[in-house]
């Protein structure tokens, strides 16, 4: 009799990273709850230590979450610091400035292809800009 030892076909790795402190928590078949992690209405996935307390009466863990019609539950976005701008993704940054600035993402990606050769030469900016402030 053969027995097969180490990969199993039927299990899968899973990992989840926090949108707000970055930590990836990785495991066998785990869920998001197995993480210690949350996710709010609007997809982004945080720890739970990150929850909004709202020092509130009603602050409850029935109040904090919804849930779809699958029956998963989700943090409700008032509980979630970057839904309530406590905290600002750089992606989220990016997209502001972009059109804040009233360019579009083509036009800065020609502009720096304009004005830097090399990564180095664009990095290099960016360090010395950021030093100045």
Known sequence: MKIRKGFVSNSSSTSFTCDVCGETVSGWDMCLSDSGMVECQYGH????????????????????????????????????????????????????VIAASGKTREEYITEIQKNFITYDGFTNFITIKKETK
Not at 60 to 73: H, N, V
């Open 45 to 96: 996935t945080i720890c739970e230590e990150h929850i909004l307390d709202k020092n509130d009466l009603l602050d409850s863990d029935e109040t904090k979450y919804i849930e779809d019609q699958y029956g998963d539950r989700f943090l409700k976005n008032e509980y979630c610091p970057i839904c309530a701008l406590q905290v600002i993704m750089d992606s989220d940054l990016l997209n502001y």
